[in-house]
């Protein structure tokens, strides 16, 4: 009985001491990363790309760019006919390869219908970019039921049909892709965003639960998943008034710079990306500090989104004004 005690303290520690070593590895390879540059992009000519809430905003950039500057094929998924066939008809005209669909992502069976479509006229999806969503920024007391039930339906059960379609195309071929745009409002709590921050903490969720999944069912699979938490972008359609006292620091990032950080994490492969890196550190921070010391920072920088029928206080260093209230994908 000793001798077996003494057998299982070793194997134990050795256990511990491989645990240690590859935790040590992981982190050497994270200073590496900042230290030497990140790894290299990888490439998707000729892959099948699916990008819902593509007629506009986030979702039509990152259309354009897979399809124009990265040849890649793209399937554009909107629920507005004229918006995604018209956003289809920019990248045939700029040489890129696209197919446009109309398809409400919240209805469990046209997004089965629609992707057996895909796979049946296109072939199959090398990667999924769950874009779409819809927005409300009002007071907790002001929401409606119709509104909360909308967010999540369009915001979080929108990638559970999507992703049961394609994943197991992804799992027979053997590697595949799965992105997923998050929001800073996913992994931080923010004032007049309680359906919006919560449905994407329910996105943060599924990703970080899904891809434990899969490397417990198989250590070895390569199917990839990043999830993009981005601070405020203007220019999507669905602009929502923000202040922030440093602008440098805590940006209103536009479109452009948005999903070209976007689409460069995507080809990193990278796991969950916060962008824009400053934004970054102080996430990390955030995680770090007791929450009061948290909110007292954030409450320093003052960056915050500004209600429906609400003003800008005057003063700060920049604010972003410019509106939409059609809550488009």
């Not at 109309?102 to 895909?118: C, F, G, H, I, P």
């Not at 993009?228 to 620091?249: A, E, K």
Request: net charge neutral; proline share 4%.
């Amino acid at each position: 009985m000793y001798v077996l005690f003494l057998f299982n303290i070793f194997l134990f520690a050795t256990e511990v001491l491989t645990l240690m070593v590859k935790i040590g590895y992981i982190f050497a390879a994270q200073v590496a990363k900042y230290v030497c540059g990140p790894q290299e992009r990888k490439s998707v000519a000729g892959q099948v790309v699916v990008v819902t809430g593509a007629g506009s905003g986030i979702g039509r950039a990152l259309a354009v760019t897979f399809a124009v500057e990265l040849g890649a094929v793209v399937v554009l998924w909107d629920i507005d006919r004229n918006s995604v066939e018209a956003a289809a008809r920019e990248i045939r005209a700029a040489g890129g390869v696209a197919h446009a669909m109309t398809v409400d992502v919240s209805d469990e069976k046209l997004v089965e219908m629609a992707a057996r479509q895909v796979r049946e006229q296109v072939g199959a999806v090398h990667m999924l970019i769950n874009n779409a969503g819809v927005c409300p920024c009002l007071p907790f007391k002001q929401l409606t039921a119709q509104q909360i039930r909308r967010t999540f339906d369009v915001n979080v059960m929108s990638h559970f049909w999507t992703i049961k379609e394609f994943l197991p195309i992804m799992e027979e071929c053997g590697r595949g892709h799965i992105v997923c745009i998050a929001s800073s409002a996913g992994i931080m709590g923010s004032p007049y965003f309680t359906a919006y921050g919560s449905s994407k903490h329910g996105v943060v969720g599924l990703m970080s639960s899904l891809r434990k999944e899969l490397h417990a069912m198989d250590k070895h699979n390569q199917i990839k998943m990043t999830t993009i938490c981005p601070l405020g972008i203007s220019g999507t359609h669905i602009d929502i008034p923000t202040r922030t006292r440093f602008p440098r620091v805590l940006p209103v990032m536009t479109l452009d710079f948005a999903v070209a950080q976007m689409v460069d994490g995507i080809l990193r492969e990278e796991d969950l990306f916060v962008i824009p890196f400053t934004f970054r550190w102080l996430y990390f921070i955030h995680r770090l500090c007791p929450l009061k010391v948290s909110q007292l920072l954030f409450e320093f920088l003052d960056y915050a989104v500004e209600p429906e029928g609400f003003h800008a206080p005057v003063g700060r260093s920049h604010y972003h004004d410019h509106r939409d209230h059609r809550n488009h994908y």
